[in-house]
Antibody
Framework: QVQLQESGPGLVKPSGTLSLTCAVS?????????WSWLRQPPGKGLEWIGE???????NYSPSLKSRVTMSVDKSKNQFSLKLTSVTAADTAVYYC??????????WGQGTLVTVSS | IVMTQSPDSLAVSLGERATINCKSS????????????LGWYQQTPGQPPKLLIS???TRESGVPDRFSGSGSGTDFTLTISSLQAEDVAVYYC?????????FGQGTTVEIK
C-alpha cells in the first residue's frame, strides 16, 4: 500500500517561500508515475499546482507557474514543492498525490500552511 | 476546462437516492480510446479526497456498489442509490483529460 506524507513549516511569512516535501513509502518514486501537488484553501475547493516525473520533467499550473518549482529525490524516495512570494491567498491545506492509472489514487493526509506575519 | 457541479448542496433522507451533476466546458471524451477522462471524489472533514469512480463509470476497488457514475462528453452524473449516514461528505468531479487538471466546486451531501 503506497503512502504519502507531507512535511514542512506550517507558518510562512508574507513574501517568503513555502517549502514542502512529500515522502513516499510502500512504493517507489521511480515506479513510472507522475507525482503531484494540489491545495485546498480553508472551506474551498481543490486546486492543482503541478506535477513532476522521476526524470525531472514538470508541468505547472499556468496561474502559479512563475512562482512554483518542483524537484524529485530518488535516493530519498521523495519529491518537493517550493512556492515563492507567498501571500495570504496561498494559505491552504497542501496535498501530495500519486497520478495512477487514471488519476490521483493515493493522497497524503495534507498539511496546513498559513501565510501570516 | 471548467467543471461545474449542481447542486451546490443537497439534503437526502437515509435510504433515498442522491444525484449530483457535473458539466465540463468542453468534451472530455478521448476519441482514441472512447474513454471519458472524468473522476469522482468523496471528501469528509479533515481527510484527503478519496477516488470513488474513474473513467466516468468505473468504481474503484472497495467502493460500495450504491455509488455509480454515468454520462459522456460534457455531462456526467454521480448517483448514490441509497444514502447511508457515512456518505455525508463533499463530492467533487474532476477532469484529467488535459492540463491543468481541474475540479468542480464541490457538492455537499447531507442527511435530511
Amino acid at each position: 500500500q503506497v503512502q504519502l506524507q507531507e512535511s514542512g513549516p506550517g507558518l510562512v511569512k508574507p513574501s517568503g517561500t513555502l517549502s514542502l516535501t512529500c515522502a513516499v513509502s510502500g512504493g517507489f518514486i521511480s515506479s513510472g508515475n507522475w507525482w503531484s501537488w494540489l491545495r485546498q484553501p480553508p472551506g474551498k475547493g481543490l486546486e492543482w499546482i503541478g506535477e513532476i516525473y522521476l526524470s525531472g520533467s514538470t508541468n505547472y499550473s499556468p496561474s502559479l507557474k512563475s512562482r512554483v518549482t518542483m524537484s524529485v529525490d530518488k535516493s530519498k524516495n521523495q519529491f518537493s514543492l517550493k512556492l515563492t512570494s507567498v501571500t495570504a491567498a496561498d494559505t491552504a491545506v497542501y496535498y501530495c498525490a500519486r497520478d495512477g492509472v487514471a488519476t490521483y489514487d493515493y493522497w497524503g493526509q495534507g498539511t496546513l500552511v498559513t501565510v501570516s506575519s | 476546462i471548467v467543471m461545474t457541479q449542481s447542486p451546490d448542496s443537497l439534503a437526502v433522507s437515509l435510504g433515498e437516492r442522491a444525484t449530483i451533476n457535473c458539466k465540463s466546458s468542453q468534451s472530455i471524451l478521448h476519441s482514441s480510446n472512447n474513454k471519458n477522462y472524468l473522476g469522482w471524489y468523496q471528501q469528509t472533514p479533515g481527510q484527503p479526497p478519496k477516488l470513488l469512480i474513474s473513467w466516468a463509470s468505473t468504481r474503484e476497488s472497495g467502493v460500495p456498489d450504491r455509488f455509480s457514475g454515468s454520462g459522456s462528453g460534457t455531462d456526467f452524473t454521480l448517483t448514490i442509490s441509497s444514502l447511508q449516514a457515512e456518505d455525508v461528505a463533499v463530492y467533487y468531479c474532476h477532469q484529467y483529460y488535459s492540463s491543468p487538471r481541474t475540479f468542480g466546486q464541490g457538492t455537499t451531501v447531507e442527511i435530511k
